[in-house]
Nanobody, 126 residues
Framework: QVQFVETGGGLVQPGGSLRLSCTAS????????VAWFRQEPGKERQSVAC????????YYRDSLEGRVSISRDNSKNALYLQIHNVKLEDTAVYFC???????????????????WGNGTQVTVAS
């Protein structure tokens, strides 16, 4: 059984940084395209960043590039997302997900990501 668990959410002040973690079980994430998504209040879920299998190259939604960083530790079977200079609009539920494919996609169909965590809430407020 594949399971993803996101942690690291909470209350963050604007301008701060946060690091989210996603621990996977039942699936070796190094062999799969993985991604972070987020769903802001009242909006559709959107991709944030992704990484193809067995690479250290991240791909980012254009509007977030430069402020976010995706990374992976295959030895821990974990995926991370770091957000710098956090803004109010970063308030969202953040999800990690994986595809069967080796390759990730930022703007492709979300339903190609078939393994999902339940999400972690990030609230940005002063």
């Amino acid at each position: 059984q594949v399971q993803f668990v996101e942690t690291g959410g909470g209350l963050v002040q604007p301008g701060g940084s946060l690091r989210l973690s996603c621990t996977a079980s039942g699936l070796a994430i190094g062999n799969h395209g993985v991604a972070w998504f987020r769903q802001e209040p009242g909006k559709e879920r959107q991709s944030v960043a992704c990484m193809s299998g067995d690479t250290n190259t991240g791909y980012y939604r254009d509007s977030l590039e430069g402020r976010v960083s995706i990374s992976r530790d295959n030895s821990k079977n974990a995926l991370y997302l770091q957000i710098h200079n956090v803004k109010l609009e970063d308030t969202a539920v953040y999800f990690c997900a994986a595809r069967e494919s080796y390759y990730c996609t930022i703007y492709g169909p979300q339903n190609t990501y078939i393994y999902w965590g339940n999400g972690t809430q990030v609230t940005v407020a002063s």
